[in-house]
């Protein structure tokens, strides 16, 4: 799969539009994010091997235009990577279906990020998805160092710098002041914050691209589509915007979602 084209940056100059909308909107507090306007909110949905098995198209009905999917580990006690379990048959599954995907990998301290980074491209290649990469970061006390050599090396073969998911509370362990600002000002975030639509941001960052706002106890798995694994699902709002950078929609994306997912054989309601 071709590389996609260079995503927002954290930092990268707004138009006065935008910077008109800015001025108008109604503040976040201090620290936190912007809520994504509901006209410019498009539904992702991120997965595991842990959501078991994945319907893409009842995904799709359900109002989620695209998920993020883990593609590689590096495990906790053991200097070892490995392959997520369900990559293959989701990423399969959602190319099938021209579904928008992007892959993730969950980084630890127990090999070096540059080490981590070259399995994650070895085993995404050739079905990386639509949508652009990521590095999660959610340890406590793993190096700047090391996220930093992960972004780096992946960026060498990707052509961009990838997306860090991370919560305000998570970036707050990392340590490297030097490299923590470096990723900053060159990686769009992924917020983890549940139940608000005002995210707190990570240390560095004034914007983001992605925000996880609803995971544990939320009980929806299967009205996304997921079977046979964790009851619930994480959910997540993008911008529009940002979205179809790597996934162009149509003018009638919304009235489509019922005729498309019937035609992969989806049989339930149509959208209210």
Same mark, same amino acid.
């Given at each position: 799969? %071709?590389?996609?084209?260079? !995503?927002? &940056?954290?930092?990268?100059?707004?138009?006065?539009?935008?910077?008109?909308?800015?001025?108008?909107? !109604? &503040?976040?507090?201090?620290?936190? #994010?912007?809520?994504?306007?509901?006209?410019? &909110?498009?539904?992702?949905? /991120?997965?595991?091997?842990?959501?078991? %098995? %994945?319907?893409?198209?009842?995904?799709?009905?359900?109002?989620?235009?695209?998920?993020?999917?883990?593609?590689?580990?590096?495990?906790?006690?053991?200097?070892?990577?490995?392959?997520?379990?369900?990559? $293959?048959?989701?990423?399969? $599954?959602?190319?099938?279906?021209?579904? =928008?995907?992007?892959?993730?990998?969950?980084?630890?301290?127990?090999? !070096? #990020?540059?080490?981590?980074?070259?399995?994650?491209?070895?085993?995404?290649?050739?079905?990386?998805?639509?949508?652009?990469?990521?590095?999660?970061?959610?340890?406590?006390?793993?190096?700047?160092?090391?996220?930093?050599?992960?972004?780096?090396?992946?960026?060498?073969?990707?052509?961009?710098?990838?997306?860090?998911?991370?919560?305000?509370? +998570?970036?707050?362990?990392?340590?490297?002041?030097? /490299?923590?600002?470096?990723?900053?000002?060159?990686?769009?975030?992924?917020?983890?914050?549940?139940?608000?639509?005002?995210?707190?941001? =990570?240390?560095?960052?004034?914007?983001?691209?992605?925000?996880?706002?609803? $995971?544990?106890?939320?009980?929806? $798995?299967?009205?996304?589509?997921?079977?046979? #694994?964790?009851?619930?699902? /994480?959910?997540?709002?993008?911008?529009?915007?940002? +979205?179809?950078? +790597?996934?162009?929609?149509?003018?009638?994306?919304?009235?489509?979602?019922?005729?498309?997912? &019937?035609?992969?054989?989806?049989?339930?309601? /149509?959208?209210?």
């Amino acid at each position: 799969m %071709n590389a996609p084209p260079g !995503p927002m &940056r954290a930092g990268q100059p707004r138009t006065n539009r935008t910077l008109l909308g800015l001025l108008t909107a !109604p &503040r976040a507090p201090l620290g936190y #994010g912007q809520p994504i306007p509901p006209e410019d &909110r498009i539904l992702v949905t /991120d997965i595991s091997k842990w959501n078991g %098995n %994945n319907d893409f198209a009842q995904m799709l009905e359900a109002g989620a235009m695209g998920t993020m999917m883990r593609a590689s580990l590096c495990w906790l006690n053991n200097p070892q990577c490995a392959t997520d379990d369900k990559f $293959a048959q989701n990423s399969q $599954a959602a190319s099938a279906l021209q579904y =928008p995907f992007g892959c993730y990998h969950f980084l630890s301290d127990t090999l !070096p #990020g540059a080490t981590q980074a070259t399995y994650f491209l070895n085993v995404t290649n050739g079905t990386r998805g639509q949508l652009p990469a990521c590095v999660d970061v959610e340890l406590q006390y793993v190096s700047a160092a090391k996220v930093r050599a992960f972004v780096e090396t992946a960026a060498e073969t990707l052509g961009y710098y990838l997306s860090i998911y991370t919560s305000g509370y +998570f970036w707050g362990k990392v340590s490297g002041t030097t /490299d923590k600002t470096w990723l900053s000002a060159h990686c769009p975030l992924w917020v983890a914050h549940w139940n608000t639509l005002n995210p707190l941001l =990570p240390t560095g960052w004034n914007e983001y691209a992605m925000h996880q706002w609803s $995971a544990d106890g939320n009980g929806r $798995a299967a009205e996304f589509g997921s079977t046979g #694994g964790d009851p619930d699902i /994480d959910l997540n709002y993008c911008r529009r915007s940002w +979205f179809e950078q +790597f996934a162009p929609l149509p003018a009638d994306w919304r009235q489509s979602i019922t005729a498309w997912a &019937r035609t992969m054989g989806y049989q339930g309601p /149509d959208p209210v």
